[in-house]
């Protein structure tokens, strides 16, 4: 009799070259426990309703957690005349159990059982992604903690532009990465939900019982329409788009701290076990964990266009194509997981040369705008103010000095009666200082918005 679950209607053998092209094992034999677990909470439901005894379910039950372990000791023969993995745990339970394990596949097909057990798997990555981005979190608030005093150079257009508190900077990355997090909590909601009971595409004429299957898998609701189900990878789409905003969000921190280690900035003390040498160049310390994090980005990114590309088009339902969706998912998920795994200890081993920072923040007119606030408020037209501090950043510059350095007296020209005070208010610290607006980085705003971040990720 042929292994095919489905030998009954074909005469013959499948060519190899076709195994070979359609067998999808080599990839989805990933999700065993996911279809375990499923096929478990099928069978139960199954006795419940009375398609199957109560005993049998049981020797199912039992059955497919021996085939399970089986799998985890890596004894599990692997066939591509098997197709899949479904496929490869429904024989196996049929090897051990004969007609009884014939009954499992009551009342669904593979295409609401790859779904179901594809969204368990997406489920398990969203909480292992969200817990990575925490942890992420907490090394970024660690820094905030240890550096709160220090003024970094905040930059546009890679130009120095204002000053910031270095936990304003580290706490600007916790932002971005609760955002994800936000993100994923979203996307869980629309992969949380039970496919498994559409059966092939129009649901059964069995007395299935969907919310007794739903309850046992933990899922939030049951999917409404048949018909949607095998051909519904949106929460794939959403998943990977959110691993792409990470590896996005990552990539520009992994870019700005490359810049940030180089001579020229010389700004941060890698870690020595996060940075490789060269062979040749016996001095060389190269960032290359940041580099890699830069460039896998591509990937992930790659991984979100490849899925979009490969559901565009598709008629309903269930179409041979969606079984390409997994080696995009779990290559985006498991580049993304490589990079945060490196990132939380990079990030907490990571240490600002303070001393190169002070050295040189107050070069470059970080404290500008702020005097050109301090000339608002004493009255002077915001585009006066503007004007005349162009100017004078123009003079000094052309002086080779800073604004603190010109004369009292070009103070004085534009803010009569209050120049000597005008020029006393420069410098960074002041600038920092004077920063009042909510979200900004003056320090009460910065040390409120750690102290709730603490607490947040407490
Ligand atoms: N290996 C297939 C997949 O992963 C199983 C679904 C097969 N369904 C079908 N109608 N041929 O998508």
């Not at 992604?129 to 005093?149: C, K, M, N, W, Y």
């Not at 810049?259 to 040498?277: H, K, M, R, V, Y």
Request: net charge negative.
């Amino acid at each position: 009799m042929s292994q095919k679950t489905w030998g009954g209607r074909f005469t013959g053998g499948t060519d190899r070259r076709v195994e070979e092209f359609t067998e999808s094992i080599g990839v989805d034999r990933r999700l065993y426990r996911h279809d375990i677990v499923a096929s478990q909470a099928h069978a139960a439901m199954l006795a419940e309703v009375g398609l199957i005894s109560v005993a049998e379910a049981a020797q199912i039950g039992e059955a497919l957690d021996a085939i399970g372990t089986e799998i985890e000791a890596g004894t599990m023969p692997y066939s591509i005349a098997l197709e899949d993995i479904h496929t490869h745990i429904e024989q196996a339970l049929i090897a051990r159990l004969g007609d009884i394990g014939r009954k499992l596949h009551t009342g669904r097909s593979r295409n609401d059982q790859v779904v179901t057990d594809v969204r368990l798997w997406v489920r398990e990555a969203i909480d292992r992604t969200d817990e990575l981005l925490a942890d992420l979190q907490r090394a970024f608030v660690g820094s905030a903690g240890r550096d709160e005093g220090v003024i970094l150079p905040g930059y546009t257009h890679l130009q120095r532009a204002q000053p910031v508190l270095a936990a304003h900077y580290y706490l600007a990355y916790v932002e971005k990465f609760q955002r994800d997090r936000e993100r994923l909590t979203d996307c869980r909601k629309r992969a949380n939900v039970l496919s498994l009971g559409a059966a092939a595409l129009a649901g059964s004429s069995l007395p299935i019982d969907r919310e007794s299957v739903r309850a046992k898998l933990g899922f939030d609701s049951v999917a409404r329409n048949s018909l949607d189900v095998s051909s519904d990878r949106d929460f794939l789409v959403e998943f990977v788009f959110d691993l792409s905003m990470i590896a996005i969000h990552l990539s520009g921190w992994a870019e700005e701290w490359a810049i940030w280690s180089t001579t020229e900035f010389n700004f941060l003390e890698l870690p020595d076990a996060f940075c490789t040498g060269s062979s040749i160049m016996p001095h060389k310390k190269n960032p290359d964990v940041l580099e890699l994090t830069r460039g896998k980005t591509g990937r992930v990114i790659g991984a979100l266009q490849q899925l979009l590309v490969l559901l565009k088009g598709l008629p309903l339902a269930y179409n041979r194509d969606l079984q390409e969706d997994k080696a995009a998912l779990f290559d985006a998920f498991d580049t993304v997981e490589g990079c945060l795994l490196v990132a939380a200890p990079l990030v907490a081993q990571t240490k600002l040369r303070r001393d190169v920072l002070a050295a040189r923040i107050e070069d470059g007119f970080l404290d500008a705008t702020t005097l050109m606030e301090s000339l608002i408020s004493r009255g002077v037209p915001m585009r006066t103010a503007h004007e005349a501090v162009g100017v004078l950043v123009k003079k000094a510059e052309g002086a080779r000095g800073r604004l603190a350095d010109l004369p009292v007296a070009d103070f004085e020209a534009v803010a009569p009666g209050a120049g000597a005070a005008v020029r006393g208010s420069l410098g960074v610290a002041n600038a920092i200082a004077a920063f009042r607006s909510y979200g900004s980085t003056a320090p009460v705003e910065v040390a409120a918005q750690l102290a709730a971040w603490r607490e947040r990720l407490a």
